[in-house]
């Protein structure tokens, strides 16, 4: 069953905490990307991750990192958390180079920074 | 660059159907895909158009035209629960980036 997991599903953090949000997908994709979605702005890109230590800057990364270390896990680290920073967060992840047409996303982390 | 588009809403009435528009401002194409969102919940793709024309898929077809940058989703015999948000996905062809638009949330009514 292809399955891409997010934890947690929600989060509720203050501003200048740290937050860890973790993916994990079972389909050995080489391909996975992390997502914020805001009402009316659709989703926008954080980062690509092409496979282990091998990532790229999406369209807004400034104030975010990643870590991948396994195939199947990558991770988006907020250090020092904003409040502008309080969205729904969503991974994916897709089979082959050039991103394949199909990208599985997980469920979503919910997180609110006060 | 690439800038996706797409109108917000859109309504339509449960045995009719439903086209749910997408424009898409390019250097380069390498693909343009459908999913469909619920309420609270994660995309789910629907399908993916690279060749002009329409593509029969059933229940959801998709439509491209690469010179005018237009791709839609139609939705035939809409029921209740094709009431979700669409979104359109456009592939950079420099990398493997993938621009999405905002979404159409599609109300369906009885």
């Known amino acids: 069953d292809m399955k891409v997991t997010q934890m947690p599903r929600y989060l509720i953090k203050r501003m200048g905490e740290n937050v860890l949000l973790e993916c994990g997908q079972d389909?050995?994709?080489?391909?996975m990307y992390w997502y914020r979605q805001d009402p009316g702005l659709g989703l926008q890109l954080i980062y690509i991750?092409?496979?282990?230590?091998?990532?790229s800057e999406g369209d807004i990364p400034k104030g975010y990192r990643v870590s991948r270390k396994k195939r199947e896990h990558f991770s988006l680290i907020l250090d020092s958390a904003k409040t502008n920073q309080t969205s729904v967060y969503f991974c994916a992840s897709s089979l082959s180079g050039l991103g394949g047409p199909e990208q599985y996303f997980g469920p979503g982390t919910r997180l609110t920074v006060l | 660059g690439q800038g996706v588009e797409q109108p917000a809403k859109l309504m339509s009435v449960e045995g009719t159907f439903a086209r749910v528009n997408c424009t898409y401002s390019?250097?380069?194409?390498?693909?343009l895909s459908w999913y469909q969102q619920r309420e609270g919940q994660a995309p789910v793709f629907l399908s993916y158009?690279?060749?002009?024309g329409l593509k029969d898929s059933g229940h959801f077809s998709t439509f491209l035209s690469r010179s005018n940058g237009y791709s839609y989703l139609l939705l035939t015999e809409l029921q209740i629960k094709d009431s979700a948000s669409y979104l359109c996905a456009v592939r950079d062809p420099g990398g493997y980036k993938v621009v999405f638009g905002s979404g159409t949330r599609l109300l369906v009514s009885p």
């Open positions: 390019t250097s380069g194409f390498n693909g």
């Open positions: 991750s092409y496979d282990v230590d091998s990532n």
């Open positions: 389909m050995s994709h080489e391909t």
């Open positions: 158009v690279v060749l002009d």
